[in-house]
């Protein structure tokens, strides 16, 4: 069986292979620059004994990325989890992107995963598979920073819920993580209300609960309760918050 991480170059994507060739998992590993994604099979391959793949694609020009794996994927064994912790946020991302830059933020965090789940999804049936998406706490509620991003994450949760509603849980499993703040290059710089978490530890979680069925978890679980708080402060109040 293959499991296929798109982003796997960084952060968390890179924790999850590193756990998963850990525990015997043959990987698709996907992101940007093949030579990153060289160097981390190369070193998966010496620690692990790992099966490793890998496919350099650039997701914010890619129309049809689902065909590409679809190719790579026809000369391995059989798809069975497909995992997606792949995303961009911007800084500037707070009313003052032109058209473009909105453009490459969906592409990479809404249109990839949504084209690579539509054409993986026969493959994923055909085995019980799993789809893991991560989403994030910024989408809990629409505010003035990260526009595009928590709109596009939001759209993850919708996605989450059509799998779910669409394919009964015995031909698919679908969880959806809906994550806090992780020490990776997505936050590096960036003045943070709480400690990021190391992603290692998210990765550990992520693997251990590949085998279940359908979920929604909040990740560290205390941005459960955040998320709760935020969601329930009345208007005028939440307004005033501009941090
Ligand atoms: N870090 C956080 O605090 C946080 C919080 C909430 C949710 N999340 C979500 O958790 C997931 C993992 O985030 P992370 O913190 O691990 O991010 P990260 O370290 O920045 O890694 C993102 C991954 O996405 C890939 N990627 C980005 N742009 C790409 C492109 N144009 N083409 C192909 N691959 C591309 C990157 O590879 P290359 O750039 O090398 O191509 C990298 O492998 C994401 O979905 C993120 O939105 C993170």
Same mark, same amino acid.
């Given at each position: ?23 015997? $998992? ?15 099979? +190369?070193? *998966? ?9 890998? *496919? ?16 790579? !994927? ?6 069975? %989890? ?19 830059? #909105? ?13 690579? &789940? $539509? ?35 939001? %759209? ?6 059509? !799998?779910?509603?669409? $394919? ?5 499993? &679908?969880?959806?993580? =809906?994550?806090? @703040? ?8 960036? +003045? ?7 992603? +290692? ?21 205390? @941005?459960?309760?955040?998320?709760? #708080? ?11 918050? =501009?941090?």
């Amino acid at each position: 069986m293959t499991t296929l991480i798109v982003g796997a170059s960084s952060g968390l994507g890179r924790a999850l292979a590193a756990e998963l060739a850990g525990r015997g $998992h043959e990987l698709l590993l996907v992101s940007s620059d093949a030579r990153d994604l060289d160097a981390i099979a +190369a070193d *998966l391959t010496l620690r692990c004994a790992a099966r490793v793949h890998v *496919l350099a694609l650039e997701l914010a020009h890619e129309a049809d990325p689902g065909a590409r794996l679809s190719q790579v !994927l026809d000369a391995l064994p059989a798809l069975d %989890a497909l995992l997606l912790p792949v995303g961009l946020s911007r800084t500037d991302d707070d009313f003052r992107l032109d058209a473009a830059r #909105i453009g490459q933020l969906l592409a990479i965090n809404l249109h990839a995963p949504l084209a690579i &789940v $539509h054409a993986l999804l026969p493959r994923l049936r055909a085995n019980r598979g799993v789809v893991v998406l991560f989403g994030s706490v910024a989408a809990v509620r629409g505010r003035g920073r990260n526009v595009v991003y928590a709109g596009a994450k939001r %759209a993850l949760e919708s996605l989450y819920e059509s !799998l779910r509603q669409r $394919h009964a849980t015995r031909d698919l499993r &679908v969880q959806l993580y =809906r994550l806090g @703040f992780l020490a990776t290059n997505l936050t590096h710089g960036t +003045a943070l209300p709480i400690a990021a978490t190391d992603p +290692a530890r998210i990765a550990r979680i992520v693997a251990a609960r590949l085998t279940r069925g359908s979920a929604g978890w909040y990740l560290p679980r205390r @941005f459960a309760l955040i998320a709760l #708080i935020v969601r329930c402060l009345p208007w005028p109040l939440y307004r005033r918050m =501009r941090e």
